[in-house]
């Protein structure tokens, strides 16, 4: 089976990619591991800047259908100390450079605005092999097989198409998220929904930090981050929920019983995600006919700018195909030169905030950081967001 432009995953990148392929007029298809759109929840809230996230939509006809998602008063955000004190206070302007949707809403929308057929679920990828002169064979573990004239890996941190541009890997940053939830927040965790506020919550000191997002239907969204290493989460059981919340909980010691709920209290088994980055300054020699996309091509540290940056090389790469249609290696230059520029720069962004909120000096320098860059446009900078 042949499909001339293929894409491996059916993220937020793939899908605007192919949305913005659709229209200009040119067919893809996406090879997406999940068995079904609704194989999984999707993760929580996002911000969507207006540079970027909102300038794919844009490009890919969506403005309309992604006004109708945002979540109001998303972007309200404060900062406290250990002890619960309110040190910065931003309420939602409504200037909606950087709205907040949740993710799956998102992805929804994204999906329900390609053709049928568009998106083969249960596709995953076992192996590629490079067929020469720019094609490519993608290898699926069901045993069948396609083969491609521009293979674009869209499949995030681990990719399997990354592979054929560079011998990199993902290595560990050195800090840990560990997600929870408090559902009927208002009624049942009043006190703690109270100190959250109505848009994001970051309380910090050195080496550790509770961050958590309101979202609709009164959900406490949390990202509790700690600087350990690898060894030292390993060694929790997170297979026994309580026992690993009370574990993490030991960190927090002495912070406000408010603050620390959010990790008690949660009502979902709590989830370890690691973070992992690409080196510093990664990028790779153009190979003939593939290239990669949002996560697979610039892992960092999750500071509000992943999703932006994946929906955005999505649309980019989609209007660099449009625009040499006669040539994929003229498309593929076009595209990744700009590209590797932009996520350079947003890798440093991304350490700094990493520093703003876990180092020697937080909570305060990511108070200084807030009043001093634009308050809450600021604030969607430092936002967690895995």
């Given at each position: 089976?042949?499909?001339?432009?293929?894409?491996?995953?059916?993220?937020?990148?793939?899908?605007?990619?192919?949305?913005?392929?659709?229209?200009?007029?040119?067919?893809?298809?996406?090879?997406?591991?999940?068995?079904?759109?609704?194989?999984?929840?999707?993760?929580?809230?996002?911000?969507i800047h207006e540079h970027d996230g909102q300038a794919a939509l844009d490009a890919a006809?969506?403005?309309?259908?992604?006004?109708?998602?945002?979540?109001?008063?998303?972007?309200?955000?404060?900062?406290?100390?250990?002890?619960?004190?309110?040190?910065?206070?931003?309420?939602?302007?409504?200037?909606?450079?950087?709205?907040?949707?949740?993710?799956?809403?998102?992805?929804?929308?994204?999906?329900?605005?390609?053709?049928?057929?568009?998106?083969?679920?249960?596709?995953?990828?076992?192996?590629?092999?490079?067929?020469?002169?720019?094609?490519?064979?993608?290898?699926?573990?069901?045993?069948?097989?396609?083969?491609?004239?521009?293979?674009?890996?869209?499949?995030?941190?681990?990719?399997?198409?990354?592979?054929?541009?560079?011998?990199?890997?993902?290595?560990?940053?050195?800090?840990?998220?560990?997600?929870?939830?408090?559902?009927?927040?208002?009624?049942?965790?009043?006190?703690?929904?109270?100190?959250?506020?109505?848009?994001?919550?970051?309380?910090?000191?050195?080496?550790?930090?509770?961050?958590?997002?309101?979202?609709?239907?009164?959900?406490?969204?949390?990202?509790?981050?700690?600087?350990?290493?690898?060894?030292?989460?390993?060694?929790?059981?997170?297979?026994?929920?309580?026992?690993?919340?009370?574990?993490?909980?030991?960190?927090?010691?002495?912070?406000?019983?408010?603050?620390?709920?959010?990790?008690?209290?949660?009502?979902?088994?709590?989830?370890?995600?690691?973070?992992?980055?690409l080196p510093e300054g990664f990028r790779w020699d153009r190979v003939p006919g593939v290239?990669?996309?949002?996560?697979?091509?610039?892992?960092?540290?999750?500071?509000?700018?992943?999703?932006?940056?994946?929906?955005?090389?999505?649309?980019?790469?989609?209007?660099?195909?449009?625009?040499?249609?006669?040539?994929?290696?003229?498309?593929?230059?076009?595209?990744?030169?700009?590209?590797?520029?932009?996520?350079?720069?947003?890798?440093?962004?991304?350490?700094?905030?990493?520093?703003?909120?876990?180092?020697?000096?937080?909570?305060?320098?990511?108070?200084?950081?807030?009043?001093?860059?634009?308050?809450?446009?600021?604030?969607?900078?430092?936002?967690?967001?895995?």
């Amino acid at each position: 089976m042949t499909t001339p432009i293929t894409i491996i995953g059916a993220g937020l990148g793939g899908l605007t990619l192919a949305r913005v392929l659709h229209v200009h007029g040119i067919a893809s298809t996406i090879y997406e591991a999940e068995p079904s759109a609704d194989a999984r929840t999707q993760g929580g809230q996002l911000d969507i800047h207006e540079h970027d996230g909102q300038a794919a939509l844009d490009a890919a006809g969506l403005t309309p259908e992604f006004h109708a998602i945002i979540r109001p008063g998303g972007e309200a955000a404060r900062i406290l100390d250990l002890h619960g004190t309110v040190l910065l206070d931003e309420p939602d302007e409504g200037s909606g450079r950087r709205p907040e949707v949740l993710r799956g809403d998102l992805r929804r929308m994204l999906l329900d605005s390609l053709p049928d057929g568009t998106i083969q679920w249960g596709k995953k990828v076992t192996g590629v092999v490079s067929l020469g002169g720019g094609a490519h064979e993608v290898i699926f573990d069901d045993g069948s097989a396609v083969r491609t004239s521009l293979l674009v890996g869209a499949d995030g941190a681990w990719s399997r198409v990354r592979p054929l541009l560079s011998s990199a890997t993902p290595r560990y940053a050195g800090t840990t998220l560990v997600e929870t939830y408090l559902y009927d927040a208002d009624e049942r965790h009043s006190a703690t929904a109270q100190v959250v506020g109505e848009g994001a919550m970051y309380a910090a000191a050195p080496g550790k930090a509770i961050q958590a997002h309101r979202e609709a239907g009164a959900v406490l969204h949390t990202y509790v981050a700690l600087h350990r290493p690898e060894e030292w989460f390993d060694a929790i059981d997170f297979t026994d929920a309580p026992a690993a919340a009370a574990r993490i909980a030991e960190e927090f010691a002495g912070w406000a019983p408010e603050l620390t709920a959010l990790i008690t209290d949660g009502e979902s088994a709590p989830v370890k995600r690691p973070i992992h980055t690409l080196p510093e300054g990664f990028r790779w020699d153009r190979v003939p006919g593939v290239t990669l996309i949002g996560d697979a091509a610039h892992l960092m540290p999750p500071a509000g700018d992943g999703a932006n940056l994946a929906m955005f090389d999505g649309a980019e790469l989609g209007k660099a195909i449009a625009a040499n249609p006669n040539s994929v290696e003229a498309a593929l230059r076009t595209y990744e030169e700009p590209m590797f520029l932009r996520s350079e720069s947003a890798a440093v962004d991304s350490k700094e905030i990493q520093d703003l909120i876990l180092g020697d000096r937080a909570p305060y320098a990511l108070v200084e950081f807030f009043t001093g860059a634009g308050g809450v446009e600021a604030r969607n900078d430092a936002a967690p967001h895995a």
